[in-house]
């Protein structure tokens, strides 16, 4: 897979598809590489004639690793968000935003659908806010809006997200062990993925690339951008929100919240999904990606 420069730092990138399909860039969300975009989801979306683009998201993958900021002060982030001043962060959303729009301008794609999931769809909300020129139509998947008032994640899908990392070189089996317990407490439960997947998956991201300390500074862009439903009502181009109904890290009120703050935006939710894109659930998804491309085509 090849290197690009965009927004100024490298990035890792894939595409797929017909030279000539409008494109989709898909955005994947915190601390998961691009290939947590499933080839039967990407199969999904070329077979109906779209050219997808994947990335990296910077401190992730094989992208732009941002070694010279360290682990951040959470601490410190979350007292200056609480007292009114902005935190000291190396990154916000916005600049992954600006990431991902300078992914289309290196590629000399003038605009594209954007869909993104969980971080990736606080992303795409802001790709679409602050880039518009160049998007098409947005999908936010299983993401939110930033608005301190909505409820937090259950205290179980928190600890599976935040618990301590296990090295793969010092102990593969307990770091895939602790990724199929913590996939089982935030996927969805009427669409269990088999743990086998599971594990393959887990093994295959650790293969490519490990660094955890990135997932700490995405962390601390995500708290850091605060709420951004004054920027998200300025989002002017076809919008669909999905949302697992059964979503226990990123409730399902922020999905309503997202297609609340969006002008025009559709809400669909998903009875019994969890905090995932299970294999059952994709060619679903994949229609309510087209509601949008739609509209958009269809100037709606």
């Known amino acids: 897979m090849p290197q690009i420069i965009a927004n100024g730092i490298p990035l890792e990138y894939a595409v797929y598809g017909p030279e000539k399909g409008e494109v989709i860039l898909l955005i994947m969300g915190f601390g998961a590489q691009m290939t947590r975009w499933s080839p039967q989801f990407i199969r999904e979306l070329t077979g109906r004639g779209y050219r997808v683009i994947v990335h990296d998201n910077r401190d992730v993958g094989l992208s732009h690793r941002c070694h010279d900021h360290g682990e951040p002060d959470m601490t410190a982030v979350y007292t200056a968000l609480m007292s009114g001043q902005t935190p000291e962060v190396p990154y916000l959303l916005n600049d992954m935003a600006a990431d991902s729009a300078g992914l289309l301008d290196a590629l000399g794609i003038e605009r594209a659908h954007i869909v993104g999931a969980s971080m990736g769809g606080m992303i795409a909300q802001m790709v679409a806010a602050n880039h518009g020129e160049k998007v098409l139509s947005l999908v936010s998947v299983m993401s939110t809006t930033g608005n301190p008032a909505l409820p937090p994640a259950k205290p179980e899908a928190m600890a599976a997200l935040t ?70 009502a300025a989002i002017s181009v076809p919008t669909v929100v999905i949302h697992g ?26 009875p019994g999904m969890g905090h995932d894109l299970p294999a059952q659930l994709i060619p679903r998804i994949a229609d309510l990606i087209e509601r949008a491309t739609t509209r958009a085509r269809e100037g709606v």
């Open 163 to 232: 618990k301590p990392a296990v090295d793969p070189a010092e102990n593969l089996d307990k770091h895939i062990w602790n990724g199929i317990e913590s996939q089982k407490v935030i996927g969805s439960p009427a669409y269990p993925t088999p743990d086998e997947i599971l594990a393959e998956r887990i093994r295959a991201d650790a293969r490519r690339a490990y660094y955890p300390v990135g997932r700490s500074r995405q962390m601390a862009a995500i708290v850091a951008s605060g709420d951004r439903r004054a920027a998200l």
């Open 245 to 270: 109904g059964a979503d226990p890290l990123v409730p399902v009120e922020g999905g309503h919240d997202t297609a609340a703050v969006i002008p025009g935006a559709e809400l669909h939710v998903i």
